[in-house]
């Protein structure tokens, strides 16, 4: 997730326990959908959605943090 901001990534993940907290949730949820996908884990076709909507949150708030450290630090 977001390698065109591998430096910035690797100094909020450093510097920033919320962020490396979020960071972290969102690849587990990542790796679980892509199990619930392949058919390694089973799971309702609604429950699968609230995952992936539970991924983008993080998602989204972690690129968030990532625009507002390059803003301040660039």
Do not use: P, S, W
């Not at 901001?5 to 969102?26: G, P, Q, S």
């Not at 609604?46 to 968030?64: G, N």
């Amino acid at each position: 997730m977001f390698h065109e901001y591998r430096d910035e990534v690797t100094a909020l993940k450093t510097h920033n326990a919320h962020f490396a907290k979020i960071f972290d949730e969102h690849n587990e949820l990542d790796d679980r959908i892509k199990k619930i996908e392949d058919g390694e884990e089973v799971m309702g076709d609604m429950e699968l959605e609230v995952l992936k909507k539970q991924k983008l949150r993080l998602k989204d708030e972690a690129y968030a943090m990532i625009l507002e450290y390059r803003k301040t630090h660039k």
